[in-house]
């Protein structure tokens, strides 16, 4: 079974600086993908970025880019010019990528607790 | 708007007392799924279901139903709660048309069981 550890439970950074969230996982599987979801407060899971495993590119998304080590089966989230609204629970997910007529299930980490301090 | 709701969005019960958390997505989804999220587990799937008529279990099913007859909806039935299934409910959708077939999730259902 796939598995998905998140070892920090909280973090914390100074407002503009940069962080990094680690997350490892564990599968059989050479075609999946993995996500960092960001959940703040309101509850709602927002996703944050994207890596699909066959890309040896990092993802970027703004001030939002993941270091992916597909041997090493490590998926980090870099935060840059970390701002107060990013202060939230970040949850990294894996998800195998075979599609039509199997389960979608995202596995997820336990999660990060990320602290912004002005 | 493209979106999966859930009502209610807070519930406190006391056991025993069945009860139906609804969802239902308007992207014309086959795929639905929920979640259950608790302090220091993640989120765990309970249920999915791949089309209208076709569910399945998920990692934790154990004192949870559901049903799908009708595409955009997938309720989850407590038919007799207890105290350990007090947790914040996530219904999630997605298509499936290949590629990395993102999951839209609704705004999360609080339920207390007392």
Known sequence: ?118 | EAQVTQNPRYLITVTGKKLTVTCSQNMNHEYMSWYRQDPGLGLRQIYYSMNVEVTDKGDVPEGYKVSRKEKRNFPLILESPSPNQTSLYFCASSNQQGGWLEQFFGPGTRLTVL
Do not use: H
């Open chain 1, 1 to 118: 079974a796939q598995t998905v550890t998140q070892s920090q439970p909280e973090m914390s950074v100074q407002e503009a600086e940069t962080v990094t969230l680690s997350c490892t996982y564990d599968t059989s599987e050479s075609d999946y993908y993995l996500f960092w979801y960001k959940q703040p407060p309101s509850r709602q899971m927002i996703l944050v970025i994207r890596q699909e495993a066959y890309k040896q590119q990092n993802a970027t998304e703004n001030r939002f880019s993941v270091n992916f080590q597909k041997a090493a089966k490590s998926f980090s989230l870099k935060i840059s010019d970390s701002q107060l609204g990013d202060a939230a629970m970040y949850f990294c997910a894996y998800r195998f990528g075979r599609s039509g007529g199997s389960n979608y299930k995202l596995t997820f980490g336990k999660g990060t607790l990320l602290t912004v301090n002005p």
